[in-house]
């Protein structure tokens, strides 16, 4: 005889306690400290920070600790925290010009004012598993670089294209307020400040593959990485009491500008365009990605037509977010036992019909 | 309905301008639609109050957002049927699970409320536990597990067999609030298509749905008409809860959280399940009644028992089902 299931609660509490276990794993190995994975796993906590918009390395090293390093999972843990916070304004527009670089470079000069800094970078390393890793050694202290001439100033590639109106300006700052998509709905066309944030906070798999995409001719954009940067800059923030600009300190960012072929219209000489990117810490790749898909998505402000996912806004951005999509793909192992009685109820009935209708046309072939 | 009678249908908080909905130092006034004296308790039956998790507002969200929420929840009122994009928080559950009702709650609940939460017309599945607990945390109100003792009733999936009174407001957990979306993926066209009420392509799907099967193969998610204007997605209820949303003397209230959607439909208002003359629209039929309490005209839960084909129908509103049987109604408790 069936008895009505009770006991969700105890089951839930159960699970957690269970949880929190398999957390902490083997109680003989040590555990992870949060300085350990802020200093040690230090992109994966910036990749926590850049999807979960908020700045705080040490949140988002606690977060993976929490989530047993799944990302989404911190991600979600960093958003939840994040959307109860006090919002006391905005700071003034960084400026990357100004960044202490810690890398830099450019495929479009070979040199230019500032040099090509590579910096702390996986790219030439050859990816073969340092076994003397696994003895936990202590590493060999970095080289120091050389001083510069011009060490200091290091002006963006873009802006010494500008120069010669060889690239497209970047629009002026008109004053009006910038649209923030985590407190407003997005309402279709959004401009492309509300696009940069969503790409911003997108997941970095979704953004890299329409990246992708543009790149095998599903909405081509001709890219020339102009340079990507990474380093710190100041956030200044103008209090409406003081009306002048107080230092709330220093954030590590990339930054990608993507120099794109633009063949001219009616209205516009022939000059390149620009794709941006921008994300926390450092990730060069989905600053990269994020750059191409901004420039695709600017097809139609171009006069290009508009036939590609990564073109496509609504399609980009209603399915960029790693929350939004986790939450409702994950959604399907909740119980559906109602509408699946009612698929059921119709299947029934359909199949019934069919083999009906199926012996009927038998016999009047006998 | 008199101007007393349009306050009997918000309980605090939508009552008022302005007032915080019980906010940290709110007061709440005593209601002017009491519920009725609560029946003596069934046995383990859960009611409670918990005091709120501190270091968190009243019923989670802060008294801004709550606002904002209200603000979009009576443009919904208002407009019945219409979907009103609001702003979405990023709650601390998942979005798929019942974020856009959890807001919603959380912008209608007051200290005077009691709460009840069903997912799959269940008091006791995982999800509704879950979103129960939130609340009995982080507002302390009461909660219980019966339909007439409810003020609120958070669902998701079913409406109560129980018939809801005046005064109580069901909050429907929405994934996909826009009907039309399966027919144009496109917010731009579909906003539109509302716009100008030209609903031509969904009758042509129901229609295609007869001529191919004979029947309309749309048995969740049915759409409906909301006081002869607006098509609405009434959430993945089976289309046997249709006919309980026309007229119903509660106030609904749908919210999707990931889609930032909410559209109401006010008490007493016509809900037309769409249809056509020659194939009028029809509920599900449930050949047994159910195994446990003897219901029938309800919906039913299909059990497998074990792996020879064995099954039992048993109802799948289990607060109705328990109600039944306390008063003495007994099933056959037979397998088919």
Same mark, same amino acid.
């Given at each position: 005889?069936?008895?009505?299931?009770?006991?969700?609660?105890?089951?839930?509490?159960?699970?957690?306690?269970?949880?929190?276990?398999?957390?902490?794993?083997?109680?003989?190995?040590?555990?992870?400290?949060?300085?350990?994975?802020?200093?040690?796993?230090?992109?994966?906590?910036?990749?926590?920070?850049? @999807?979960?918009?908020? %700045?705080?390395? #040490?949140? *988002?090293?606690?977060?993976?600790?929490? +989530? &047993? $390093? =799944?990302?989404?999972?911190?991600?979600?843990?960093?958003?939840?925290?994040?959307?109860?916070?006090?919002?006391?304004?905005?700071?003034?527009?960084?400026?990357?010009?100004?960044?202490?670089?810690?890398?830099?470079?450019?495929?479009?000069?070979?040199?230019?004012?500032?040099?090509?800094?590579?910096?702390?970078?996986?790219?030439?390393?050859?990816?073969?598993?340092?076994?003397?890793?696994?003895?936990?050694?202590?590493?060999?202290?970095?080289?120091?670089?050389?001083?510069?001439?011009?060490?200091?100033?290091?002006?963006?590639?873009?802006?010494?294209?500008?120069?010669?109106?060889?690239?497209?300006?970047?629009?002026?700052?008109?004053?009006?307020?910038?649209?923030?998509?985590?407190? @407003?709905?997005?309402? %279709?066309?959004? #401009?492309? *400040?509300?696009?940069?944030?969503?790409? +911003? &906070? $997108? =997941?970095?798999?979704?953004?890299?593959?329409?990246?992708?995409?543009?790149?095998?001719?599903?909405?081509?954009?001709?890219?020339?990485?102009?340079?990507?940067?990474?380093?710190?800059?100041?956030?200044?923030?103008?209090?409406?009491?003081?009306?002048?600009?107080?230092?709330?300190?220093?954030?590590?960012?990339?930054?990608?500008?993507?120099?794109?072929?633009?063949?001219?219209?009616?209205?516009?000489?022939?000059?390149?365009?620009?794709?941006?990117?921008?994300?926390?810490?450092?990730?060069?790749?989905?600053?990269?990605?994020?750059?191409?898909?901004?420039?695709?998505?600017?097809?139609?402000?171009?006069?290009?037509?508009?036939?590609?996912?990564?073109?496509?806004?609504?399609?980009?951005?209603?399915?960029?977010?790693?929350?939004?999509?986790?939450?409702?793909?994950?959604?399907?192992?909740?119980?559906?036992?109602?509408?699946?009685?009612?698929?059921?109820?119709?299947?029934?009935?359909?199949?019934?019909?069919?083999?009906?209708?199926?012996?009927?046309?038998?016999?009047?072939?006998? | 309905?008199?101007?007393?009678?349009?306050?009997?249908?918000?309980?605090?908080?939508?009552?008022?301008?302005?007032?915080?909905?019980?906010?940290?130092?709110?007061?709440?006034?005593?209601?002017?639609?009491?519920?009725?004296?609560?029946?003596?308790?069934?046995?383990?039956?859960?009611?409670?109050?918990?005091?709120?998790?501190?270091?968190?507002?009243?019923?989670?969200?802060?008294?801004?957002?709550?606002?904002?929420?209200?603000?979009?929840?009576?443009?919904?009122?208002?407009?019945?049927?219409?979907?009103?994009?609001?702003?979405?928080?990023?709650?601390?559950?998942?979005?798929?699970?019942?974020?856009?009702?959890?807001?919603?709650?959380?912008?209608?609940?007051?200290?005077?409320?009691?709460?009840?939460?069903?997912?799959?017309?269940?008091?006791?599945?995982?999800?509704?536990?879950?979103?129960?607990?939130?609340?009995?945390?982080?507002?302390?109100?009461?909660?219980?597990?019966?339909?007439?003792?409810?003020?609120?009733?958070?669902?998701?999936?079913?409406?109560?067999?129980?018939?809801?009174?005046?005064?109580?407001?069901?909050?429907?957990?929405?994934?996909?609030?826009?009907?039309?979306?399966?027919?144009?993926?496109?917010?731009?066209?579909?906003?539109?298509?509302?716009?100008?009420?030209?609903?031509?392509?969904?009758?042509?799907?129901?229609?295609?749905?007869?001529?191919?099967?004979?029947?309309?193969?749309?048995?969740?998610?049915?759409?409906?008409?909301?006081?002869?204007?607006?098509?609405?997605?009434?959430?993945?209820?089976?289309?046997?809860?249709?006919?309980?949303?026309?007229?119903?003397?509660?106030?609904?209230?749908?919210?999707?959280?990931?889609?930032?959607?909410?559209?109401?439909?006010?008490?007493?208002?016509?809900?037309?399940?769409?249809?056509?003359?020659?194939?009028?629209?029809?509920?599900?039929?449930?050949?047994?009644?159910?195994?446990?309490?003897?219901?029938?005209?309800?919906?039913?839960?299909?059990?497998?028992?074990?792996?020879?084909?064995?099954?039992?129908?048993?109802?799948?509103?289990?607060?109705?089902?328990?109600?039944?049987?306390?008063?003495?109604?007994?099933?056959?408790?037979?397998?088919?």
């Amino acid at each position: 005889m069936y008895v009505a299931v009770k006991g969700g609660e105890a089951a839930i509490d159960n699970a957690h306690r269970l949880l929190a276990e398999a957390r902490r794993g083997d109680p003989a190995v040590p555990e992870l400290t949060v300085a350990q994975i802020r200093e040690q796993m230090a992109l994966l906590v910036d990749r926590v920070m850049a @999807e979960g918009s908020l %700045y705080d390395p #040490d949140l *988002a090293a606690l977060a993976l600790k929490q +989530a &047993r $390093g =799944d990302v989404v999972e911190a991600v979600f843990l960093v958003r939840a925290y994040r959307t109860t916070l006090p919002r006391f304004g905005a700071s003034a527009p960084v400026d990357t010009g100004a960044m202490a670089v810690a890398r830099r470079v450019s495929a479009t000069f070979k040199d230019l004012p500032g040099g090509q800094v590579l910096g702390p970078t996986f790219d030439y390393t050859h990816r073969l598993i340092d076994f003397a890793l696994a003895a936990e050694g202590e590493t060999e202290p970095a080289a120091e670089a050389e001083p510069r001439d011009d060490a200091g100033t290091c002006p963006r590639v873009t802006d010494l294209l500008a120069q010669d109106g060889l690239i497209e300006p970047s629009p002026p700052d008109d004053g009006a307020p910038v649209g923030d998509l985590t407190r @407003e709905p997005v309402d %279709y066309p959004a #401009d492309r *400040a509300l696009r940069l944030q969503a790409l +911003a &906070r $997108g =997941d970095e798999g979704f953004v890299l593959g329409l990246g992708y995409s543009t790149q095998r001719g599903y909405g081509r954009t001709h890219p020339f990485v102009g340079e990507i940067r990474v380093g710190e800059v100041a956030v200044d923030f103008v209090p409406e009491e003081l009306g002048f600009p107080v230092p709330l300190g220093r954030i590590r960012l990339t930054e990608c500008q993507m120099v794109n072929q633009f063949k001219g219209s009616g209205t516009a000489p022939p000059q390149f365009t620009r794709g941006y990117g921008l994300t926390f810490g450092q990730s060069e790749r989905k600053a990269m990605a994020m750059a191409l898909v901004d420039r695709a998505l600017r097809a139609e402000e171009l006069g290009e037509p508009v036939a590609s996912p990564a073109q496509d806004q609504e399609f980009v951005l209603a399915h960029c977010d790693s929350l939004q999509a986790t939450g409702f793909v994950e959604h399907l192992k909740l119980p559906h036992y109602v509408d699946f009685q009612a698929e059921l109820e119709l299947v029934r009935r359909l199949r019934a019909e069919f083999f009906r209708d199926s012996d009927s046309v038998q016999e009047a072939a006998e | 309905m008199s101007a007393t009678g349009t306050h009997e249908l918000f309980p605090s908080p939508l009552r008022g301008g302005g007032r915080g909905g019980g906010g940290a130092e709110g007061t709440t006034e005593p209601r002017s639609a009491p519920p009725p004296p609560p029946a003596p308790p069934r046995k383990g039956e859960e009611r409670g109050r918990t005091p709120s998790e501190a270091g968190y507002n009243f019923a989670y969200l802060d008294e801004g957002t709550k606002r904002m929420i209200r603000r979009a929840i009576l443009k919904a009122i208002a407009v019945p049927g219409y979907q009103v994009p609001f702003a979405s928080r990023e709650m601390p559950m998942p979005y798929g699970w019942g974020t856009g009702g959890v807001q919603v709650t959380a912008a209608v609940l007051g200290r005077a409320d009691v709460l009840k939460v069903i997912d799959q017309g269940a008091d006791d599945t995982t999800n509704a536990v879950s979103i129960r607990r939130f609340f009995a945390r982080t507002s302390g109100v009461a909660t219980t597990t019966r339909t007439t003792e409810a003020t609120i009733i958070q669902t998701r999936h079913r409406i109560p067999e129980t018939p809801l009174r005046e005064g109580q407001i069901l909050v429907y957990q929405v994934p996909i609030p826009e009907p039309l979306r399966f027919l144009e993926p496109r917010e731009t066209e579909t906003r539109q298509l509302h716009a100008l009420a030209e609903y031509g392509s969904m009758h042509v799907k129901l229609y295609e749905d007869i001529s191919r099967h004979g029947h309309i193969a749309t048995t969740y998610a049915y759409p409906v008409e909301v006081a002869g204007r607006y098509v609405m997605d009434p959430s993945p209820t089976p289309k046997f809860d249709n006919p309980k949303m026309d007229h119903s003397p509660a106030l609904q209230l749908f919210g999707a959280g990931r889609e930032r959607r909410i559209y109401a439909v006010p008490p007493y208002t016509s809900v037309r399940s769409l249809d056509f003359e020659d194939h009028p629209f029809r509920v599900q039929r449930f050949e047994h009644p159910c195994a446990l309490c003897g219901a029938e005209g309800v919906y039913l839960d299909e059990m497998l028992l074990d792996d020879a084909g064995r099954r039992m129908f048993v109802c799948s509103d289990t607060d109705h089902c328990e109600g039944r049987r306390a008063d003495g109604h007994v099933g056959t408790g037979e397998a088919v």
